[in-house]
């Protein structure tokens, strides 16, 4: 007789469930590591509340280096992405539509810095993968919501449902099948590969590594992050990796706390991620430059007088191809 636990654990190791794993291998270590903060030494608290500006880059707090290394190793997709917008114009405009409403429903349901960056690197990969069809011009709202949809299942505790998700303003509405089945599709597209490397990473990993917690810089992290989403709408942010533009971020923010030690830290920071001063001063140019830029005229929105095919259609279409191909 087989006992019940051997049945479920026979069934736990099926292959089938395989597609169901995301890539998460440094979770169990996460929890171990806690929220960052490690025991100090007497002398070390004399020294971060006695000098004017605690700056974290002064403190070693014996952290490893695997963390940073994996992230600084798995960061090199997003200049294949920038490649392929790059190229397309009308890609571009319907990029900048679809970010621009993903962080108002963000911002609408109080959704995490990081929701809104994740649901961004989903939207990003899936348009520049075979899967997108430009001449649809329904698809890019659809792969926005559902992008959103993911995102917040990832990081959120309480996640609106799909019909409720799309409260601001947009040209199509999706019923909660149709995204549904779009989830599906977002998700095989991008291989279950949820937890992307980006630039909230490395705000999370130098705050903690070095303790950047102390008044009057507690706000530096949730300042970063505003940064960050202020910029992310324009596309030019992916010709840049993920830890250049954090670090660029982290030093206009630093500038604006304490001028005068700005520079020390640029220093520490291309010390600690490896990054030259001439890409870190290149990406610091282009956040002024999409700074300077919100203030200028939206381009003209393209019209399409052809009646679009029905969501549901090309979704099935993809399928029962995708089907065909793997046989």
């Known amino acids: 007789m087989v ?32 929220f960052g903060f490690q025991e100090l030494k007497t002398n070390d608290f004399h020294e971060i509340y006695e000098k004017p500006l605690p700056f974290f880059f002064e403190h070693d707090l014996f952290w490893e ?54 649901a961004v690197n989903y939207y990003d990969r899936f348009v520049t993968s075979f899967c997108f069809q430009k001449d649809k011009p329904w ?16 990081e959120e505790t309480q996640v609106p449902l799909l019909l409720d998700l799309q409260v601001e303003e947009s040209k199509y509405f999706f019923e909660a099948k149709t995204i549904q089945r779009m989830e599906l599709l977002v998700l095989s597209t991008l291989h279950w590969k949820m937890n992307p490397v980006t630039p909230i990473s490395f705000f999370d990993h ?23 989403l202020s910029i992310i709408t324009d596309y030019r942010v992916l010709g840049c990796l993920p830890s250049v533009v954090a670090a ?57 007088k052809s009646i679009p095919d029905s969501p549901n259609g090309v979704i099935n279409a993809y399928f029962i191809c995708d089907s065909s191909n793997d046989s």
Request: contains cysteine; glycine residues 2%.
């Open 3 to 34: 006992s019940l636990s051997q049945k479920q654990e026979s069934l736990l190791q099926c292959p089938i469930f395989d597609a169901l794993c995301c890539a998460e291998e440094r979770f169990e270590e996460d929890l171990d590591v806690g």
């Open 65 to 118: 280096d695997d963390e940073l290394v994996n992230l600084l190793y798995n960061e090199k997709q997003s200049r294949l992405i920038y490649e392929e917008i790059n190229s397309d114009g009308s890609l571009v405009i319907v990029r900048k539509e679809a970010i621009k409403w993903i962080l108002k429903v963000t911002r609408h349901y109080g959704f995490t810095a990081l929701t809104a960056v994740l």
């Open 139 to 154: 698809m890019s709202q659809l792969a926005a919501v559902t992008c959103l949809s993911i995102a917040a299942k990832v």
């Open 206 to 228: 130098i705050v903690r590594r070095f303790g950047f917690m102390n008044d009057p810089h507690s706000q530096f992290l949730s300042r970063c992050e505003s940064l960050l």
């Open 248 to 304: 660029a971020t982290m030093i206009f923010i630093i500038r604006d706390i304490d001028h005068t030690d700005a520079q020390e830290c640029k220093n520490q920071l291309m010390s600690v991620l490896k990054i030259s001063k001439e890409r870190i001063d290149d990406c610091h140019e282009l956040i002024l430059d999409i700074i300077d830029d919100h203030g200028q005229k939206q381009c003209d929105k393209k019209k399409h």
